[in-house]
């Protein structure tokens, strides 16, 4: 089955702690996003990538980084600089053409301990 | 913010009767997308509409989008309960990139 798979689950972290959440995808897509969803409200970007080793900010970057060294995968790093970090973050995939769907995870519910 | 907004917030409703859901935005736009997400879950794609088409069909939905007051509808007929969710409209914009609104939450009542 082809699809997204987002790991964990669930996530704590410590102050002062980088996290890395994970997402791989099986489509064959070009493009991936991550975006953060707090209780409540929609979706907001944070990175996203059109290819392999190139990725750009979106509207929430600071305190978040990335990397993109395979087509598949796309982790996304929580750093301590991120003060706020608890949320609900979703990875994306697309095949890159312009606006085409999205194909979601499940998303990765990050709390602070 | 380029973040579209969802009206109304929340939508109570029976099961059989149809449910409405409007999206408004701010910018130009290549397209229109509709999402559902279930709680906990991720969203899920349901139709997709073109800058320059003036409504769609997709078994029971039914989507219009009007270029010029920025504004797109959702409607689903016959409404099950299996229809609880937000809904949410994503633009497609330049750079390949999407603004999220702010979600309706449907709830359908058996």
């Known amino acids: 089955d082809g699809g997204i798979t987002q790991s964990p689950k669930y996530l704590f972290r410590k102050e002062g702690q980088n996290v890395t959440l994970s997402c791989e995808q099986n489509?064959?897509?070009?493009?991936m996003y991550w975006y953060r969803q707090d209780p409540g409200q929609g979706l907001r970007l944070i990175y996203y990538?059109?290819?392999?080793?190139?990725?750009q900010k979106g509207d929430i970057a600071e305190g978040y980084s990335v990397s993109r060294e395979k087509k598949e995968s796309f982790p996304l790093t929580v750093t301590s600089a991120q003060k706020n970090p608890t949320a609900f973050y979703l990875c994306?995939?697309?095949?890159?053409?312009?606006?085409?769907?999205?194909?979601f995870g499940d998303g990765t519910r990050l709390s602070i301990l | 913010s380029q973040q579209g907004e969802e009206d109304p917030q929340a939508l109570s409703i029976q099961e059989g009767e149809n449910a409405t859901m409007n999206c408004s935005y701010k910018?130009?736009?290549?397209?229109l997308q509709w999402y559902r997400q279930n709680s906990g879950r991720g969203l899920v794609h349901l139709i997709l509409?073109?800058?320059?088409?003036r409504e769609k069909h997709s078994g029971r939905l039914r989507v219009t989008l009007d270029t010029s007051k920025k504004s797109s509808s959702l409607l689903i007929t016959a409404s099950r309960a299996a229809d609880t969710a937000s809904y949410f409209c994503?633009?497609?914009?330049?750079?390949?990139?999407?603004?999220f609104g702010t979600g309706t939450s449907l709830t359908v009542i058996p």
């Open positions: 910018t130009s736009i290549n397209n």
């Open positions: 509409i073109r800058s320059n088409e």
């Open positions: 489509l064959n897509h070009d493009a």
């Open positions: 990538s059109q290819i392999v080793n190139d990725f």
């Open positions: 994503a633009t497609g914009v330049t750079g390949n990139q999407f603004y």
């Open positions: 994306a995939s697309s095949i890159g053409r312009k606006n085409w769907p999205q194909h």
